[in-house]
């Protein structure tokens, strides 16, 4: 009796130990990615829109609309220019790399970035930063190695772009094709991640969402939760946008005015 009461006390243990081990296992998998950290570029890491300083800066003459951002097709608009660059006014890419390594950074954001790349083995390990931008992959890419941030970001989404290799014309493609009715042509912010999320079959217990603009408020008014935290900048339209449209909007939302204020609001978030 005795034997027989020891061996239903071990079948027992084994099943506590499994059940314990399960527990464990489903832990570490739903804590395996906290948080995805999204972050805008143009006035949101750099002063300017990427795309107008270059043309300033090199003193294209041209005709600018009273509202850019009511330009459908960005791509279709900007890409005959960038091509002028090369054959008309003879700026070299590396020219054109040197104009974009000089543009004004919003106040405090490379210390912001700094920040996060010091962290991001240790607060933010389960973490991955995303840069969701309509801007174009070099200009962003130059703007992060010239601060020697690269390693911070696990992946950027915006308009493709290199440089052609027997023209040595800078090309700008767009990301893809859309219909939504809060961005260009070119980019939808809210189908890219989501696109992005189920190519690579990844999930995040919630979105931290950084931006400034119109093309934002997409993501943050039809994709984001109650889960997420959206840090809009102030006094831009993003922020507008979300005042007026409070209903339509489930996620926390922050205003931020430089990179120390945000730095400060990420050391004291629980990831």
Known sequence: MLIEELIVQIRLWKKQIFKNHSKFCLTMLSIAKKALIVIDYDKTMVEYDSDDWMLEKVGYKFE???????????????APIEVELTTKYK???????????????VEYFPDFLKYLLQEKEMKFKNCEFWIVSGSNTLYIEWYL????????????IANPSYVDEKTKFFIQKPYHENSCKYCTKNM???????????????????????????FDFCTCSQMLTGKDIIFARKGFKLEKMLQSSKDNCKATVNVWANGKELQKSFENLLI
């Open 91 to 105: 700026v070299s890419v590396e020219k054109q790399r040197s104009i974009m390594e000089e543009i004004p950074s």
């Open 188 to 214: 939808c912010k809210q189908k890219a991640m989501k696109d992005m999320l189920a190519i690579e079959k990844k999930q995040f217990e919630k979105i931290l969402y950084i931006g400034d603009g119109k």
């Open 145 to 156: 190695e010239r601060n020697k941030v690269s390693k911070l970001i696990d992946k950027i």
């Open 64 to 78: 600018k609309p009273v509202d850019i951002d009511q330009i459908v097709d960005w791509i279709g608009y900007i």
